[in-house]
């Protein structure tokens, strides 16, 4: 038998589940993960990606020295090998770095930057990230890939409640009565989270009602599935909604106490009927009518949503309508209730809650707040722009129009995972200058001036901020490969290098010894955290902020007596088309989404044993349409739409409606995104990745 | 509200619905396990909990005996100890037990003869390396039923196992014998996880220890993948 | 994942009658799908599977448990030949090799032609007869080598029970009336029993079980009256009743010969019982060996149900009740009674944890009163006489008539009714006969498989639960097996160690482990080829069987062998 040489507790590294691992550790190599079976989030059970699925930290692609690109200064460039890279020292790299920040900040001033946190890396990484871009380079051009995926969920319940994140948490799923699964391919997205929904129907005889165009596995489980066309979600809940106020299953005494805008809601919405959305959206009415019957009359109800809602043209709306259903009937601030988005990447929830977004501070501190402002102004020692800075998409456009000339990158992947990649790619070809920190070289690290090893989850500390807002620890468990550095610690060296340059007189503050002394510091400044420090996190393995105080248990559920926003907020919602529709050119819709064995860009699926069971990228085709376009399982075909073309196998199945196909965006090779539409809700700005028009033929 | 009893001649206070084996717990003797894990149901399978109660005409599991007032429970007399002492022995001499350490220890601690049963019929099914994840070495299997009951409704939902066969040709199955990748598997290990004698392990592991080094381990991955393009199935 | 091919549309009829049941129509499904294929195929099980919500790897393992469900191809004919005890003594071992010989094949080998395919099996349950064999759906008795290929494509034995008895009370219409008519059943007394317990209120109709001291049939002995009463009172709805004609034991025919011959009996006594407890559904599961019954008592059902003696507002009573006939697939385990209910809902028959009992949580988790065959036809017999005619039946602690399945080298074997305890030494000798070619007597197994083996100067113990139980014995389900001087108990054993090995549902290690290790050592036992340490080990795993399994299976299996090494210790030392 193999003797583990230690077991590390750390937190996975793929989904916002935030699943506690035991890293088994021999010869320097984690060669089996397995979970406590007493730990919250996941209570032993993990996926094929967090038990099988970290090999990827030991791939041989992994950076270990700083590179330097051979064409350095050479424009418009071209994505490279590593070939087309020279190994340097720190030294060299950090300060031609510095150099080149220093030079674009003096000509150009804050505003030439677009920067990019993570949702992968740790809170103490982006909360160093920020501070640097903020108070070193003087711009709030920050911002991260929750923009890609949850900004619509986020400005919704900003609206509606005046909070953003997963109301309730995932230890009161197995519990539920009824709840509303929609827009989550939940057994493949947050896969352990599926199981605790399905215990609730299997074991504790909860009803689930999925809403959702596609035959998920969760609706093996549903009491009621409603298969509307894609796009038009907004329709159903809207029609739930008017069932609930016309059969008056509203929940009156919750409505005057806690919300406003009824009276004006109820009246708007009395043509909703079911039948006005079975016209628009092809679910029967009836099915309709069962579903808002379910929920209304449910003991408690909880709803849970993903991608399906918020990347859409109309997420923010699409969002909304599920918050009008829970205010209308009091399914919030209870167990077993809530509004809950399901975060995507492991730290999604912690990014956001650390500072990477353009217009807040940690914990959605406005930086437009003087007060605020002001005591980060006080704390750092340095002055704070008051302009809220550009969201990933606007940076593009931005650096389309020549006003940004830099982006720094810190573990994101922004050439796989921003629709209509051809765009943006041609803008990341013009930039001045482009420096990446990462764990491989990937889409977008080919196009970087200079490229610094980071460590991955399982060689450093800190902290991720799972779905649940829980705050949980990674800790090192195998060493760095070669020279590769913590991001924190990369970050740190430079911005003390950049702080020089610019001649500033004193430093804000760049000189950690550990991971904790810089939660410490967001801790002090941020009063939701206040609770929290590592240490308790090491004894009690997870807090859920908010947690003011350190003996405030933490909370695992929201909004028990009021909003943030005071008084619950309906809003009533107009149905609008999607942006691109089929035509007889292109006469299929195209929804993207993950399959459970890969994981975003595929940078570490694709380097792991995951890729041995799903090697190839593909595309879901109704049987009948098969037929029709000659598409026989297995063969491969050739995807276009007016933005590119992809080739990808064929799965021929009735997963997908009759006239939609469904492309995984994992692939590099066939990304999704060559063919997504660059169409944005007005308000989140998210891009719509669910729905645009293509054509498929044989190859 | 709690209940009195006798374990071992000693008075207990255990809370009402405490199993016999959580009641042993206050009294500080451990009971001896070998289906019984915390995240799976209990069935009472192993036996290997098995205690004297007084009255009773057959041993009880305490696993699943629920406590009850007054009971007269006796952990460790010849009755008990001679049905662990066989059960160890009758299990060693059906399947290898050579990765299950706790086993081992019990067949210490009771004195069992590893080679009590001369000529006995082993299962020695043969190892089913069916995906890149894990392989299935039934000839360590000992009918726990715990990665069955991790894969339906104690963890994960999938049921892609089931026990077949009957008696002695008990055995853990998929549909037909299908292939993992062809079942309703997820690879989520959770089956992995919870098996107590590396019936089921992850195939580094077993690399590990057939002695190659983690860079062949990653080669033998790109080999299969190879052999799956060869073979032009999709997934 | 490839597509499924598209299964024959043949099981989309019975599915779509059927499907809306869900798991609990599974093991119909199978049987059916059985019947049509001789065999499952994958897409068949996976048809079955989908249709009933069944998860697929469930589907495989159900197949897997009952004998008579086959996942390859078996044959047009099936044939089963009984190799139990009492049929080895009679020479069925050879009857299946001749047999095998003359279509050319191999047990569990289809013929080439796919016309034939040979089973041996456990008890067949028509040990009167002995040796037996079914093919298809029909008893075939007494084969011999010499005409087994005839017997093959013989029409079936004439029904008969082999009734030898004096007093014919729970026997009295066996052999003397159409067993489904209605007429001829009131004209002898049917339903007299039915309309006295619905004269009372269900609360006296238990008083009056209890009063009786009604007694368990099935092997167990339990008062009647009181799980009656466990489940009257028991919180939960609906309530059900469960009639356990898995009747399996070896020697054992008694059930059977009430089944096929007066079915309405035992439907009388389950509306008793459904009346007293409440239960509107009530299940008759009959083991899959008994074709022949279960075609009676399907008629039986529906001649009842156009009486309106099932159905809604039973004689007016306003009570309703209807019996669902389940078959068994082969599984002796399924005998036991929470294993029958799991079989019912459509699972592998494992026997359950109790407690709970089934009275709290039975048949899908419902209260549940689940009797043996002879239980129910005492029922109105109990009834008809009134509670104190009853009692002078039998003895103090053991009232009512009693049923014994007399076999092998018995004079007569057969059924015998017992209305006034007799000792075993009487019942063989005076009853039945004596031994058959002027032989002595060498061994009795009393009480089945489960039971022990008595010697030949320990006969004279009274055939009543109290006499037997001080003698450390149980009546069982009534088997009273005999075998003469000349025959090697050695052998015997080895059958029963294969019965054991072949029926244990491998749940719990002591059984699953120890029907194997012990029918190792049988082997060598038999063989003379026994080696040091055997007979301990044989000790050691006889008493951890007993007292550390989890069912009345595996705390049997050893019961016979310990017997024998009790009273027999000689045939124990190597070298004998």
Same mark, same amino acid.
């Given at each position: 038998m193999i003797q583990a040489e230690s077991i590390v507790r750390s937190t996975c590294p793929y989904c916002g589940v935030g699943c506690q691992v035991n890293l088994h550790i021999k010869d320097e190599h984690i060669y089996k993960v397995d979970a406590p079976f007493q730990v919250a989030p996941n209570y032993g059970r993990l996926c094929a990606k967090g038990r099988f699925g970290v090999d990827f930290v030991h791939h041989p692609g992994r950076l270990t020295m700083p590179l330097i690109r051979k064409d350095f200064g050479v424009t418009p460039r071209q994505p490279v090998g590593l070939e087309g890279f020279r190994e340097a020292t720190w030294e060299e790299a950090l300060e031609l770095a510095a150099r080149r920040i220093t030079e674009i900040h003096q000509q150009h001033g804050p505003a030439a930057f677009g920067t990019f946190a993570s949702a992968k890396v740790t809170n103490e990484d982006n909360y160093v990230f920020q501070k640097f871009v903020r108070g070193v380079l003087g711009s709030n051009n920050v911002d991260h890939c929750a923009r890609l995926c949850h900004a619509a969920s986020v400005t919704a319940l900003t609206i509606a409640i005046g909070s953003s994140a997963m109301s309730n948490s995932i230890a009161e799923m197995k519990d539920l009565d009824v709840f509303i699964v929609t827009g989550s391919n939940t057994t493949e997205t947050h896969p352990v989270i599926s199981t605790f929904l399905r215990e609730a129907v299997v074991n504790n005889q909860a009803k689930l009602i999925v809403v959702d165009p596609r035959q998920i596995e969760m609706t093996e489980f549903a009491e009621v599935w409603l298969r509307q066309q894609p796009g038009t979600d907004v329709a159903i809940f809207q029609a739930m909604a008017q069932v609930i106020v016309a059969e008056e299953l509203f929940n009156q005494e919750f409505i005057d106490a806690r919300t406003e805008g009824f009276k004006d809601y109820a009246a708007a919405i009395m043509d909703c009927t079911p039948e006005w959305a079975a016209e628009i959206s092809g679910v029967p009415a009836e099915d309709i009518r069962t579903a808002a019957r379910l929920f209304a009359n449910a003991r408690t109800g909880a709803i849970y949503w993903g991608m399906g809602i918020s990347q859409s043209v109309h997420g923010v709306e699409n969002a909304l309508s599920l918050a009008n259903l829970a205010l209308l009937c009091g399914h919030i601030g209870k167990p077993g209730t809530g509004l809950n988005p399901l975060r995507g990447q492991n730290n999604v929830q912690g990014c956001s809650d650390s500072g990477g977004l353009p217009h807040v501070f940690t914990a959605y501190q406005p930086v437009a707040d003087d007060a605020i402002r002001a005591k980060f102004e006080q704390d750092w020692g340095t002055t704070l722009n008051p302009e809220p800075g550009l969201t990933v998409m606007e940076m593009v456009d931005a650096a389309a129009s020549k006003i940004i000339r830099a982006y720094l990158i810190m573990g994101e992947n922004p050439l796989m995972s921003e629709p209509d990649l051809r765009h943006s790619r041609h803008v990341m070809e013009q930039m001045e200058f482009v420096l990446v920190q990462d764990i491989f070289l990937n889409e977008t690290s080919e196009y970087a001036d200079i490229l610094f090893p980071a460590t991955s989850f399982a060689e450093k500390g800190g902290t991720f901020t799972n779905t649940d807002r829980r705050v949980q620890l990674i800790r090192p468990a195998v060493p760095a490969p070669g020279q590769a550095r913590e991001d924190w610690a990369i970050l740190c060296d430079l911005a003390k290098r950049v702080e020089i340059l610019l001649g500033r007189?004193?430093?804000?503050?760049?000189?950690?010894?550990?991971?904790s002394d810089i939660w410490q510091e967001m801790a002090r400044l941020t009063p939701a955290f206040q609770g929290i420090d590592h240490a308790r996190i090491q004894r009690e393995d997870g807090v859920h902020w908010p947690c003011p105080t350190p003996d405030h248990p933490g909370s695992p559920y929201l909004f028990e007596d009021t909003f943030p926003s005071g008084r619950g907020v309906f809003t009533a919602l107009d149905v609008r088309p999607g942006a691109e529709l089929p035509d007889p050119e292109y006469p299929f819709i195209l929804s993207t989404g993950r399959v459970l064995y890969h994981w975003h860009g595929g940078t570490m699926t694709r380097r792991s044993k995951l890729d041995d069971i799903y090697p190839d990228p593909t595309v879901e085709v109704h049987p009948l349409d098969a037929d029709a376009l000659g598409l026989a399982d297995g063969q491969w075909a050739l995807v276009r739409s007016r933005r590119g073309q992809i080739k990808v196998k064929t799965i021929v199945t009735e997963r997908s409606p009759q006239g939609v196909v469904f492309i995984p965006f994992h692939f590099a090779e066939a990304a999704a995104n060559e063919l997504t539409l660059d169409a944005r809700d007005p308000k989140a700005k998210i891009p719509d990745y669910k729905m645009c028009a293509v054509a498929l033929e044989p190859v | 509200m709690t209940l009195t009893l006798t374990i071992d001649g000693r008075e207990i206070h255990a809370p009402a619905g405490s199993s016999l084996m959580q009641a042993a717990q206050l009294a500080d003797v451990d009971t001896p396990v070998i289906c019984y894990h915390e995240a799976t149901t209990p069935n009472g399978l192993c036996r290997q909990c098995v205690v004297e109660v007084d009255g009773w005409r057959v041993l009880a599991p305490a696993c699943v005996t629920p406590a009850a007032e007054g009971m007269e429970v006796h952990t460790a007399s010849e009755r008990v100890t001679r049905a662990r002492r066989t059960l160890l022995e009758m299990l060693n001499a059906s399947i290898d037990l050579s990765q299950a350490p706790e086993i081992q220890q019990q067949m210490d601690d009771y004195q069992a003869d590893r080679e009590r049963f001369p000529g006995a019929e082993r299962r020695a099914p043969a190892m089913l390396d069916d995906n890149p994840f894990y392989v299935r070495d039934y000839d360590k299997c000992l009918m726990c039923w715990r990665c069955v009951q991790a894969c339906a409704d104690d963890l994960q939902f999938t049921y892609a196992l089931s026990t077949g066969g009957r008696g002695y040709n008990s055995h853990v199955t998929t549909f037909f014998d299908a292939p993992m990748p062809e $079942? $309703? /598997?997820?690879? /989520?290990?959770n089956c992995v996880a919870v098996c107590p004698t590396n019936a089921l392990i992850s195939k580094t592991e077993i690399y590990l220890q057939q002695g190659l080094d983690y860079d062949s381990i990653r080669r033998e991955k790109r080999n299969q993948r190879r052999a799956q393009d060869k073979k032009g199935g999709a997934q | 994942m490839a597509e499924r091919a598209t299964p024959p549309a043949s099981m989309q009829d019975y599915l779509a009658a059927h499907a809306h049941r869900g798991q609990t129509m599974l093991l119909p499904a199978l049987l059916e799908a059985q019947k049509r294929y001789n065999h499952i195929s994958k897409e068949i099980a996976a048809e079955i599977g989908r249709a009933l919500n069944v998860p697929l790897a469930e589907v495989t393992g159900v197949i897997e448990f009952y004998s008579m469900l086959h996942d390859r191809p078996t044959g047009e004919t099936h044939i089963r030949i009984c190799e139990s005890p009492v049929c080895n003594l009679f020479g069925a071992k050879t009857v299946s090799k001749t047999l095998c010989r003359e279509l050319d094949t191999a047990i569990c080998e289809p013929t080439i032609d796919s016309k034939y395919y040979v089973e041996s099996v456990e008890c067949l349950g028509l040990c009167e007869r002995a040796p037996v064999m079914l093919v298809d759906d029909r008893p075939i008795g007494q084969t011999t080598p010499d005409v087994v290929a005839e017997l093959v494509r013989r029409p079936p034995d004439p029904p008969s029970g082999l009734i030898r008895t004096g007093t014919r009370l729970l026997t009295a219409r066996l052999g003397k009336i159409?067993?489904?008519?209605l007429p001829d059943y009131e004209e002898t007394d049917g339903l007299r029993g039915l309309e006295a317990a619905l004269a009372l209120s269900p609360m006296e109709v238990i008083e009056q079980v209890k009063a009786a001291g009604l007694m368990g049939r099935g092997g167990a002995a339990f008062p009647t009256g009181i799980k009656w009463e466990g489940a009257a009172q028991a919180e939960g709805q609906p309530k059900y009743l469960v009639c356990n004609a898995d009747e399996s034991e070896p020697g054992t025919f008694k059930d059977r010969t009430l089944l096929e011959e007066d079915p309405f009996s035992i439907l009388e006594g389950m509306l008793i019982a459904a009346y007293a407890i409440g239960a509107t559904q009530g299940f008759l599961y009959v083991r899959g060996e008994y074709p022949r019954a279960q075609g009676i008592l399907q008629r039986a059902i529906e001649v009842f149900r156009s009486a309106g003696l099932l159905g809604a507002n039973i004689r007016g009573r306003g009570f309703d009740f209807d019996i669902e006939l389940r078959s068994g697939a082969g599984a002796y385990i399924c005998g036991e009674e929470t294993a029958l209910f799991e079989s019912i809902e459509g699972k592998r028959g494992y026997p359950r944890i109790k407690p709970p009992f089934p009275t709290q949580h039975g048949l899908f988790g419902k209260p549940t009163v689940i009797n043996n065959v002879e239980t129910f036809a005492n029922v109105p017999l109990l009834f008809r006489m009134g509670v104190e005619e009853y009692r002078k039946l039998g003895s103090e602690k053991s009232s009512g008539p009693r049923l014994f399945c007399l076999s092998g080298d018995t004079f007569m074997p057969g059924l015998f009714e017992i209305t006034t305890p007799i000792t075993l030494r009487d019942l063989i000798f005076k009853e039945a006969g004596g031994i058959r070619n002027g032989r002595k007597l060498g061994a009795v197994l009393l009480g089945g498989a489960a039971g022990k083996f008595v010697p030949p100067d320990q006969l004279d113990v009274r055939l009543t639960f109290e006499d037997t139980r001080a003698a450390g014995l149980s009546l069982g389900s009534g088997v009273v097996m005999v075998f003469d001087e000349t025959r090697d108990l050695r052998q015997v054993l080895l059958d029963l160690g294969h019965f054991f090995a072949h029926e244990s549902c491998g749940k719990c290690y002591p059984c699953q482990l120890g029907t194997q290790r012990q029918l190792e050592i049988l082997e060598r036992l038999a063989h003379g080829q026994l080696l040091p340490g055997d007979k301990e080990r044989l000790t050691d795993v006889g008493w951890t069987m007993t007292d550390a399994s989890l069912c009345g299976l595996g705390q049997t299996a050893a019961t016979a062998v310990l017997s024998v090494m009790e009273h027999w210790p000689h045939l124990f030392e190597p070298g004998q």
């Open positions: 007189p004193a430093s804000i503050g760049f000189d950690y010894a550990h991971p | $079942t $309703t /598997c997820v690879f /989520c290990g | 159409s067993p489904t008519s």
